[in-house]
């Protein structure tokens, strides 16, 4: 393969730097350091870490600085290096992609959020989806809730033989979509407006092989249905946190009545109940009528 190294001047390198944050206005002064900074403000982030991994950053500070001072460093090197990342703005994880670190991906519409969290003072982390716009982190799904993962740069998300995983750092899976699919080059998983992570082969259809929806953890979003699957036994249910620092699975649960399923039933440790809405009458529930306004 040939060398794609080339001899750039300030403003090749400022045209570069529109680029790769989109249209950014940026006076080309001071340090790789103070740019990176600056760059950083210009589109709302406190760090640009939060979107590229350390070594990345370090890959793209010494090709910039080589510019700069007459070295010839490969572009094509940077490139290879960075093409397997999420970059900036994007809403999905494609199949030569992973998510790792301080990476998120973010809906089309800057609703909502999902990448790496550590719940208050855990030491864990977690996959979660969160409020983009809120400005205190407010978060609606956790894919491995009963399974963290200590370091968030070691560990990563990925499509991998037709589900999407997400590895610790000894590369163990530790939480998967579950699917019997066959694998396929074009799989991705989207991160929808609505708040709905959804893995699609954007080949074939755009209808979901899977879709968070269908396993909601403590909130119900507009779309998610609460529903019990009558063939399997199975539920569709909603699962209180531990506690505020531990999103496993606690002890409050709301579900559909299994001996009258037009009714919603809150469950304690999956046995007792205390509370339940009553029938659905098409408009309202008789006993919480209340509840039928926001349905």
Request: aromatic letters at 12%.
């Amino acid at each position: 393969m040939a060398d794609l190294s080339f001899q750039a001047s300030t403003k090749d390198l400022f045209a570069f730097f529109q680029f790769v944050w989109h249209g950014s206005n940026l006076p080309w002064e001071g340090s790789v350091e103070k740019l990176l900074h600056l760059a950083a403000v210009k589109n709302g982030f406190s760090s640009v870490l939060t979107s590229w991994s350390l070594d990345n950053l370090i890959l793209l500070q010494q090709w910039i600085l080589a510019k700069i001072h007459g070295g010839s460093y490969s572009l094509c090197s940077l490139c290879v290096s960075l093409s397997g990342y999420i970059f900036l703005g994007a809403d999905r994880i494609s199949a030569n992609q992973s998510l790792s670190g301080d990476h998120t991906i973010v809906s089309a519409g800057g609703v909502f959020a999902l990448g790496f969290f550590k719940p208050g003072k855990s030491s864990n982390y977690y996959v979660g989806m969160w409020y983009k716009k809120v400005s205190r982190q407010t978060t609606v799904w956790v894919a491995n809730r009963e399974k963290p993962v200590t370091d968030k740069y070691s560990s990563e998300l990925r499509i991998s033989l037709g589900n999407l995983v997400l590895f610790d750092g000894s590369k163990i899976p530790v939480w998967s979509t579950n699917l019997s699919t066959a694998a396929s080059n074009s799989m991705e998983a989207v991160l929808l407006d609505e708040g709905n992570l959804v893995l699609r082969d954007g080949s074939s259809s755009s209808e979901p092989l899977w879709q968070s929806f269908d396993h909601p953890t403590d909130t119900w979003l507009p779309g998610v249905k609460i529903r019990l699957n009558k063939v399997t036994g199975e539920y569709t249910r909603l699962v209180s946190w531990k506690n505020i620092e531990d999103p496993a699975p606690g002890p409050f649960s709301l579900q559909l009545d299994l001996n009258e399923t037009s009714q919603f039933i809150a469950l304690f440790n999956m046995s007792r109940q205390y509370w339940k809405s009553g029938r659905w009458n098409g408009e309202l529930f008789d006993v919480d009528p209340e509840m039928g306004m926001n349905i």
